[in-house]
């Protein structure tokens, strides 16, 4: 097993380091050349893809990621990208703690869902230790503790026709003419059912706090930090991505990144 995960990140390396390096080490000044259309977006959609189907063939949709022991944890969990939403109603139902949050569950499902902080804590919890690795290169384990989001979706009962998992959150990323942006991401349901997929409300062993995500955040294990959206707000289940924003999947994706970050 070590070597068949040394081989995958060697293989998925270049192409998420090159992706990433535009993405992220281009920002405004390299914005045209990922735009659709553009040569330079043409090739990161076809490594993207590559990426993808290379992982799928060398793990099973089962295969777990590396869970450590507390003794690995030497520092307090590292917060990224949004750290404290600004949004009001945001900050309207973190003023009560979150006592007023549901969190809904909607799409291609039998069941619709809203679920309050209360009644996702009583549903069965795991608790995992595992390293989250950024695309900015840094790297930090934690224990999260949450509800699997294979148990969440059990309850919505998905329609067979049902691909993606969307996830739309409360943090707004920029404001425009045409009004303002909120994070969202997506998995397919192969990740979405995996056992160490979690919605996590809690870090280790303390309530989640505010920098970190809460109050509830997405543990895609399996892949790389942009994809464990923070602050989420609903998820819908959806047979194609085309119809969300841009059609790539996610805030960075119709950015530029990979839609498959997979490590």
């Known amino acids: 097993m070590n070597n068949i995960n040394i081989t995958r990140r060697r293989l998925l390396g270049t192409t998420l380091a090159t992706g990433s390096a535009i993405a992220l080490g281009g920002c405004n000044r390299l914005d045209p050349l990922i735009q659709s259309g553009h040569t330079a977006r043409t090739i990161l959609e076809s490594a993207s893809s590559l990426s993808f189907r290379v992982?799928?063939?060398?793990?099973?949709?089962?295969?777990?990621?590396?869970?450590?022991?507390?003794?690995?944890?030497?520092?307090?969990?590292?917060?990224?990208?949004?750290?404290?939403?600004r949004d009001v109603d945001y900050l309207n139902l973190a003023s009560n703690?979150?006592?007023?949050?549901s969190l809904k569950v909607n799409g291609l499902v039998g069941n619709e869902l809203s679920?309050?902080?209360?009644?996702?804590?009583?549903?069965?919890?795991?608790?995992?230790?595992?390293?989250?690795?950024?695309v900015e290169g840094w790297s930090c384990i934690g224990e999260w503790t949450g509800v699997q989001l294979?148990?969440?979706?059990?309850?919505a009962k998905p329609h067979p026709e049902a691909r993606f998992a969307v996830f739309d959150c409360f943090d707004t990323m920029e404001r425009g003419l045409s009004g303002s942006v909120k994070y969202y991401e997506?998995?397919?349901?192969?990740?979405?059912?995996?056992s160490q997929t979690?919605?996590?409300?809690?870090?280790?062993?303390?309530?989640l706090p505010v920098?970190?995500?809460?109050?509830?955040?997405?543990?895609?294990?399996?892949q790389l930090g942009?994809?464990?959206?923070?602050?989420?707000?609903?998820?819908?289940?959806v047979a194609t991505l085309k119809d969300i924003a841009r059609g790539n999947g996610g805030y960075w994706e119709d950015r530029g990144y990979a839609w498959y970050a997979g490590i």
Request: proline share 3%.
């Open 97 to 101: 703690q979150f006592s007023d949050y």
């Open 55 to 85: 992982q799928r063939w060398l793990s099973s949709g089962t295969s777990l990621a590396r869970e450590y022991q507390r003794s690995d944890i030497r520092q307090q969990q590292h917060a990224n990208g949004t750290i404290s939403p």
């Open 150 to 155: 294979s148990t969440i979706l059990e309850m």
């Open 186 to 194: 997506s998995i397919d349901m192969v990740d979405a059912m995996h």
């Open 198 to 207: 979690i919605l996590a409300y809690g870090l280790n062993q303390k309530t």
């Open 115 to 134: 679920l309050d902080l209360d009644t996702l804590r009583k549903l069965p919890a795991r608790a995992q230790i595992t390293r989250h690795d950024c």
């Open 211 to 222: 920098a970190n995500g809460a109050p509830l955040r997405l543990r895609v294990e399996r």
């Open 226 to 237: 942009y994809k464990h959206a923070k602050y989420v707000k609903s998820i819908t289940l």
